[in-house]
């Protein structure tokens, strides 16, 4: 991921990049990523096989964060902890799953959010950020029948 992360900048500052796409770059956990992207508004990393948020670094200014197609088994409070302004969250087809989307037309994105978490406790960290977005489709949270992940 380090590579890639080199490799997208493109010789740019960190501190002037506002989008950065990852996908597909094969890492287990996050690597390269900076306190120094204090102007990242969008991040990007889809089917990395990414188990863990860990080294999530502070992300002061990002507000759309894809994790889709990932392994990531929990680790939640690293994004509530590094990403204040976080509005729109995938977490869809992550190991620990379920299926569950939410769209709030009033956002300036017409998009859903998707993230897989196997009990509702796993989504307790993010209680106190101010999601707009919020998918957890093909996550086991909303395999019952009765609603209780709403």
Known sequence: MEGRYVLELRDRDPATVEDLVLDGCESAEIEGLSDKLV?????????????????????????????????????LEHVADNCPELLHLNLASNKYGATFALFYPQ?????????????????????????????L???????????EYR
């Not at 489709?137 to 609603?147: E, H, I, K, L, R």
């Open 39 to 75: 102007k990242l508004q969008s991040l990007s990393m889809v089917h990395v096989g990414l188990q863990s948020l860990k080294n999530l670094p502070k992300l002061p200014m990002l507000s759309k964060l894809d994790l889709s197609d990932n392994s990531i088994a929990g680790g």
């Open 107 to 135: 956002t300036p994105f017409n998009e859903c959010i998707v993230f897989r978490i196997a009990k509702l406790e796993d989504l307790e960290p993010l209680k106190k950020m101010k999601l707009a977005e919020l998918d």
């Open 137 to 147: 489709f093909n996550n086991p949270v909303t395999a019952g029948s009765d609603g």
